[in-house]
């Protein structure tokens, strides 16, 4: 094969060359049989031809092998044409997927960024009018009224600050998988009712009608979990009055029953405020994002809300749906699952369910008197004034330690002396040794006295860990002063249910 020349015209070649000895044989032949009568010439032309056809016998096999030989190199080469296209066709998707991801993530970044940016401006706003209105206290010259007006900014401004650390510690619990629900018997009706009562004041402040509505039977009592459920309703109605100037936000209840037998609960928070764009829907549900993330924006609030409402709709076996249109308002859609219909009363009336709910007068910290002595642990020495101060007003007798071996010793001395106390409320952080530390030891020596944890950790599994330890009971901070002593009247013996 000379040089250049591919196996397909090597084929040409050698079926031409093959043609050509063929005709030649044809014609030999030919000659044979005339020269048969020629005797001995005959025979040696004979013996040329059987040679000659040998010759082309050889190169025939030879061709066949040389076509074998380029049909194979053939589909190897188109194997590895396809196999080129695919690792081009595979390169390509992950570029494409690379950019994509390289988007979101620029994306992710700037709406992290963007979140950040909100989040410091709803921390550093009710901070910045604590600092002032604290600072307005000092000044000697304010009357009575610009006093309690500013105490009550401070506590206003301090429980919005409250609000959004416990949006952020909801959605890292959720985000980390450690948010826990519960699933008990409660009433829908007391649910929607107690919702409408605590966001009546915000309604009432726009002159908003804040309205409830029932559109079939409701039972009396599904199985879920009734915080939750009214965190999902409060944080809807709140952001359903906030974005709403004029007409009303509903509240609107109803029930379904599948083929199972099995309850399905639906409110819906229905305003009558700005909507929204499909554009702005889309990004409702987003961690870090929010309908409207500009600096000029008309309201405040960190974003979580819709957010964690959705995820604790989706954990209560349910999920939030949202209609909207700019300038008509909007309308929430909260599913969640009851439980089995089985043995529960369906209502009609709305009334009926109010009649039954239990209603205890409600006790105030002023109303309470704690005659006991209490042990209060706190390394903080501003906390232990708060607390101490607190309790003393209800007459408690305090005795206040800063790190629980303090406390430990100061436990045991009194039980020895025969003069002991009645509870003790322990830090759960403390130097020397620790809330967790201190009921541990108290408990190995035979204390059996109320302890009382009291933490700046929230979450359940923190709750669980202070009664592991010996507590029997727990207050978290910052301290609600109803809370507090409530907790401590429970435990203490002469208060004790018979």
Partial sequence: MSEGETHLERIARLEREIERLRRTNNTLMDRVEHGLASGASAFGVFERALALEDVVAQRTRDLVATKELAETQAKTLKQQAIELEKARTATEEAMQQFKAASLAAEQ????????????????????????????????????ESERTDAINTIRRNGEHL???????????KIEAG??????????PFEILEDVKALMQVRADAKNLQLKTEYTTPIPEQITSDPTRIKQILVNLTGNAIKFTEKGSVRLVARSHVDSSDQMTMSFDVIDTGLGMSDEQISGLFRAFVQADTSTTRRFGGTGLGL??????????????????????????????????IDG???????????????????????????DCRILLAEDNATNR??????LRKVGAKITAVENGKLAADAALAARDTGNPFDVILLDMQMPVMDGYQAARLLRHEGVKLPIIALTAHAMNTDRQKCLDAGCVDYCSKPINRHQLINTIQKHLPHYATP
């Fill in 108 to 143: 992710a970044a700037r709406s992290k960024s963007e979140f950040l940016a909100n989040m410091s401006h709803e921390i550093r706003t009710p901070m910045t009018a604590i600092l002032g209105f604290a600072d307005n206290l000092l000044d000697p010259t304010l009357s």
């Fill in 162 to 172: 409250l609000q959004i650390i416990n949006d952020i510690l909801d959605i890292s």
């Fill in 178 to 187: 450690k948010l826990d629900t519960e699933r008990i018997s409660c009433s």
């Fill in 307 to 340: 957010l964690i409402s959705k995820r604790l709709a989706e954990m209560l076996g349910g999920d939030i749906t949202v209609e909207s249109r700019p300038g008509e308002g909007s309308c929430f859609k909260v599913t969640l699952a009851a439980g089995p």
């Fill in 344 to 370: 529960i009363r369906m209502l009609n009336d709305p009334a009926t369910a109010r009649i039954t709910r239990a209603a205890p007068a409600p006790t105030y910290p002023e109303d309470v008197r704690l």
């Fill in 385 to 390: 004034v708060l607390i101490t101060g607190i």
